[in-house]
Nanobody, 122 residues
Framework: QVQLVESGGGLVQPGGSLRLSCAVSGSIFSIYRTNWYRQAPGKQRELVAAITSGSSTNYADSVKGRFTISRDNAKNTVYLQMTSLKPEDTAVYYC????????????????WGQGTQVTVSS
Protein backbone atom coordinates (compact mmCIF):
# COMPACT_ATOMS: atom_id res chain seq x y z
CA GLN A 1 0.00 0.00 0.00
CA VAL A 2 1.39 3.38 -1.04
CA GLN A 3 1.21 6.07 1.59
CA LEU A 4 2.11 9.76 1.63
CA VAL A 5 2.58 11.49 4.97
CA GLU A 6 3.12 15.23 5.34
CA SER A 7 4.80 16.83 8.32
CA GLY A 8 6.41 20.10 9.36
CA GLY A 9 3.42 22.40 9.54
CA GLY A 10 2.78 24.73 12.42
CA LEU A 11 2.27 28.30 13.56
CA VAL A 12 4.80 30.93 12.50
CA GLN A 13 4.94 34.71 12.46
CA PRO A 14 4.95 36.67 9.21
CA GLY A 15 8.42 36.59 7.70
CA GLY A 16 9.20 33.25 9.27
CA SER A 17 10.12 29.95 7.67
CA LEU A 18 8.94 26.35 7.67
CA ARG A 19 10.01 23.21 5.89
CA LEU A 20 7.34 20.71 4.99
CA SER A 21 8.15 17.07 4.31
CA CYS A 22 6.27 14.47 2.33
CA ALA A 23 7.44 10.92 2.98
CA VAL A 24 6.37 8.32 0.44
CA SER A 25 6.32 4.68 1.48
CA GLY A 26 5.01 1.36 0.22
CA SER A 27 5.55 -0.75 -2.86
CA ILE A 28 6.84 1.82 -5.32
CA PHE A 29 8.43 1.28 -8.68
CA SER A 30 8.78 4.90 -9.69
CA ILE A 31 7.65 8.36 -8.61
CA TYR A 32 7.13 10.46 -11.72
CA ARG A 33 5.88 13.75 -10.33
CA THR A 34 5.28 15.13 -6.85
CA ASN A 35 3.18 18.20 -6.11
CA TRP A 36 2.39 20.42 -3.19
CA TYR A 37 -1.13 21.81 -3.03
CA ARG A 38 -2.71 24.08 -0.48
CA GLN A 39 -6.24 24.97 0.46
CA ALA A 40 -7.03 28.09 2.46
CA PRO A 41 -10.35 28.65 4.26
CA GLY A 42 -13.05 29.54 1.77
CA LYS A 43 -10.79 28.98 -1.22
CA GLN A 44 -10.28 26.25 -3.78
CA ARG A 45 -7.28 23.96 -3.54
CA GLU A 46 -4.40 25.30 -5.62
CA LEU A 47 -1.13 23.90 -6.91
CA VAL A 48 1.81 25.51 -5.13
CA ALA A 49 4.85 23.66 -6.45
CA ALA A 50 5.79 20.57 -8.43
CA ILE A 51 8.89 18.51 -9.08
CA THR A 52 9.43 15.79 -11.66
CA SER A 53 11.57 12.68 -11.45
CA GLY A 54 14.15 14.65 -13.42
CA SER A 55 14.08 17.44 -10.81
CA SER A 56 12.37 19.97 -13.04
CA THR A 57 10.34 22.36 -10.86
CA ASN A 58 7.37 24.68 -11.20
CA TYR A 59 5.86 27.20 -8.80
CA ALA A 60 2.74 29.24 -8.45
CA ASP A 61 3.35 32.93 -9.06
CA SER A 62 2.31 33.73 -5.51
CA VAL A 63 5.21 31.75 -4.03
CA LYS A 64 7.99 32.20 -6.56
CA GLY A 65 11.18 33.39 -4.92
CA ARG A 66 9.95 32.34 -1.48
CA PHE A 67 9.25 28.59 -1.71
CA THR A 68 11.59 25.85 -2.90
CA ILE A 69 10.59 22.27 -3.68
CA SER A 70 13.21 19.52 -3.58
CA ARG A 71 13.49 15.76 -3.27
CA ASP A 72 15.71 13.26 -1.52
CA ASN A 73 15.52 10.19 -3.74
CA ALA A 74 17.24 7.93 -1.23
CA LYS A 75 14.55 8.67 1.34
CA ASN A 76 11.62 8.98 -1.07
CA THR A 77 10.88 12.29 0.56
CA VAL A 78 9.88 15.59 -1.02
CA TYR A 79 10.34 18.89 0.77
CA LEU A 80 8.81 22.33 0.52
CA GLN A 81 11.04 24.99 2.04
CA MET A 82 8.93 28.06 2.75
CA THR A 83 10.51 31.40 3.61
CA SER A 84 9.25 34.95 4.01
CA LEU A 85 5.87 33.56 4.95
CA LYS A 86 2.82 35.77 4.69
CA PRO A 87 -0.59 35.52 6.34
CA GLU A 88 -2.06 34.63 2.95
CA ASP A 89 0.09 31.48 2.95
CA THR A 90 -2.10 30.12 5.73
CA ALA A 91 -3.65 26.89 4.49
CA VAL A 92 -3.66 23.14 4.75
CA TYR A 93 -0.82 21.88 2.60
CA TYR A 94 -1.12 18.54 0.81
CA CYS A 95 1.41 16.48 -1.08
CA UNK A 96 0.34 14.56 -4.15
CA UNK A 97 2.35 12.20 -6.33
CA UNK A 98 2.00 10.28 -9.57
CA UNK A 99 3.37 6.85 -8.72
CA UNK A 100 3.81 3.52 -10.45
CA UNK A 101 3.74 0.42 -8.27
CA UNK A 102 5.09 -1.75 -11.08
CA UNK A 103 2.27 -4.24 -10.62
CA UNK A 104 0.56 -3.71 -13.95
CA UNK A 105 0.79 -2.17 -17.39
CA UNK A 106 -1.39 0.81 -16.45
CA UNK A 107 -0.69 1.11 -12.76
CA UNK A 108 0.20 4.82 -12.62
CA UNK A 109 -2.07 6.76 -10.31
CA UNK A 110 -2.27 9.79 -8.06
CA UNK A 111 -1.81 9.46 -4.31
CA TRP A 112 -2.56 12.09 -1.66
CA GLY A 113 -1.36 12.78 1.82
CA GLN A 114 -3.59 13.79 4.70
CA GLY A 115 -2.42 17.40 4.82
CA THR A 116 -0.55 19.53 7.33
CA GLN A 117 -1.72 22.88 8.68
CA VAL A 118 0.38 26.00 8.15
CA THR A 119 -0.73 29.13 9.97
CA VAL A 120 1.05 32.45 9.51
CA SER A 121 -0.07 34.97 12.08
CA SER A 122 1.26 37.42 14.62
Amino acid sequence: QVQLVESGGGLVQPGGSLRLSCAVSGSIFSIYRTNWYRQAPGKQRELVAAITSGSSTNYADSVKGRFTISRDNAKNTVYLQMTSLKPEDTAVYYCNALISTGLGLDDNRDYWGQGTQVTVSS
